[in-house]
């Protein structure tokens, strides 16, 4: 699987993006898919994630309420809208999936086999 994600940017505080990601070489039929984001220096974290049903929708707690998952099998895209965004959530932001991970390890990074290359989201105060 190919991972190709876009619609980073520069925003102000209180604003919306919406990221994409885009899959090529495989359906994301049955792919569990999530958001993990970095800032430099520090961790990578989990955002947000869809189980391979699509059934279950996962979110960190600093983005429950603000940020969406959705994912449109159609166009083999996920989607993460993001709302009231905040300074902090300025990081660059990856997509990632895998056809074998159970909903016990969505949310841990090491548990994802394919990664898009990250679009960069800037929040200023």
């Known amino acids: 699987v190919q991972l190709q994600a876009s619609g980073g940017g520069v925003v102000q505080a209180g604003e919306s993006l919406r990221l994409s990601c885009v899959a090529s070489?495989?359906?994301?039929?049955?792919?569990?898919v999530a958001w993990f984001r970095q800032v430099p220096g520090k961790e990578r974290e989990f955002v947000a994630a869809?189980?391979?049903?699509?059934?279950?929708?996962f979110y960190s707690e600093f983005v429950k309420g603000r940020f969406t998952f959705s994912r449109d099998n159609a166009k083999n895209t996920v989607y993460l809208q993001m709302n009231g965004l905040k300074p902090e959530d300025t990081a660059i932001y990856y997509c990632?999936?895998?056809?074998?991970?159970?909903?016990?390890?969505?949310?841990?990074?090491?548990?994802?086999?394919?990664w898009g290359q990250g679009t960069l989201v800037t929040v200023s105060s």
């Open positions: 869809s189980s391979r049903s699509g059934a279950g929708t």
């Open positions: 990632a999936a895998d056809a074998s991970i159970i909903n016990s390890s969505i949310r841990n990074e090491i548990a994802y086999d394919y």
């Open positions: 070489g495989r359906t994301l039929r049955g792919v569990a």
